[in-house]
């Protein structure tokens, strides 16, 4: 007679159980790409990730508790890519142009995912939010060393991410490359504008940006 085969381990049940969460996100990230987020219902996320209604309640509270997840995970990957090509840059503006032609570049990469981040307002502008600290730390250096005059950091992060995710909307419906790097440095030139950059250093920074980051990728 043979032995008995050995329980299934701690690893493999955490192993099923990533496997489901990461299933349940992707199938988030899809869905709310789509439809607003009130249009989509827990059963169409299971029906699409293709697990039992119980599961997703074995990760998630309710369904904000996955849209969270989703943002968080896209905007991760996105801010991930902003911490390379800002890496050695000190100008605040530059900094600020740069990161704004990475979501450019991604909802030219990817406009599914874009279209998430456009469809889901959950902690946009918000200077409390962990993923906004980037952002929020580079107006608050521009504005305590004069490169920026705008009144507030509040005011300039809300002013920064509409227009920039306003750009990001135009860009992920229709994904062309040349457009993209035109719509981009456009847009960079008028927040860096209105953040206080004069005008001519202002169209200088979001072409170099935009050719660098949306054109070269």
Do not use: W
């Amino acid at each position: 007679m043979n032995p008995p085969e050995p329980a299934k381990t701690g690893p493999a049940k955490t192993g099923r159980a990533q496997r489901t969460r990461e299933a349940l996100i992707r199938a988030g990230r899809e869905l709310f790409s789509e439809r607003a987020v009130d249009a989509v219902a827990i059963d169409d996320i299971v029906r699409a990730a293709d697990v039992a209604k119980g599961s997703f309640y074995n990760h998630f509270t309710d369904r904000d508790d996955l849209v969270r997840a989703v943002v968080g995970q896209v905007r991760a990957q996105v801010e991930a890519r902003v911490g390379e090509v800002n890496a050695g840059v000190e100008d605040p503006a530059r900094r600020m142009a740069r990161a704004i032609c990475v979501y450019q570049r991604y909802a030219l990469d990817a406009p599914r995912d874009a279209r998430v981040l456009i469809r889901v307002h959950s902690g946009l502008a918000s200077p409390n939010s962990p993923l906004n600290q980037g952002p929020f730390d580079d107006i608050s250096a521009g504005l305590a060393t004069g490169r920026f005059t705008i009144a507030t950091t509040e005011a300039a992060l809300v002013f920064a991410m509409g227009a920039s995710q306003a750009a990001m909307a135009r860009t992920s419906a229709d994904p062309q490359p040349a457009a993209a790097v035109s719509l981009a440095q456009q847009v960079c030139t008028l927040i860096l504008r209105g953040l206080g950059v004069p005008s001519a250093e202002a169209d200088a920074i979001a072409a170099q940006a935009a050719d660098e980051i949306v054109r070269g990728g």
